[in-house]
């Protein structure tokens, strides 16, 4: 599994226990769930094939920082995100989307209007991907059908990235 996949599937678990159990702050809420990550961790059976599978500690450490890119991003956003998800969910409101799907539908759109390195369709993939494994079977068709309808009101390629004008 990749590096910033497993940042979204920590940033997903992030939002999804946030709407459910919220901390006093952010940063109490993020110093909690990191120390669950890390007690769950430790507790996991290790194999020599298992030991394989866990990053390396700078690795680890970047996915961490991705993940509360994402998350304090779509916290940040969320006043942006949640009306767009919303236009594009025609018949669907807000509170009647599974947890899964809304906070997967927030972390792909915060990408998609505010990461500009990453590509629209990576996002979408990814966000597909989450639904998939933590929700429905129906999911990630309906992940998949709101995110590229908005993907296609946005002012970007599907499959490139915003060049960065400072590198001409």
Known sequence: MGL??????????????SEF???????????????QQDEDSANEPTSSASAN???????????????????????AHHREIDPLIA???ENWDMER?????????????????????IPPVVSINEAVELAKAFSSTESGAFVNGILDRIRQGLDRTARGTKEDPSKD
């Open 53 to 75: 599978l866990e990053p390396p500690a700078p690795q680890r450490a970047r996915a961490r920082q991705f993940a509360e890119e994402l998350i304090r991003g779509v916290i």
């Open 4 to 17: 910033r996949h497993e940042a979204r599937r920590w940033a997903l678990q992030f939002l999804f226990q």
């Open 97 to 117: 989307m599974g947890t899964v799907d809304r906070n997967v539908m927030r972390i792909a759109v915060y990408e998609m209007l505010h990461r500009e390195d």
């Open 21 to 35: 159990n919220q901390a006093d702050s952010l940063k109490e809420g993020l110093r909690l769930f990191w120390k």
């Open 87 to 89: 236009q594009y969910a």
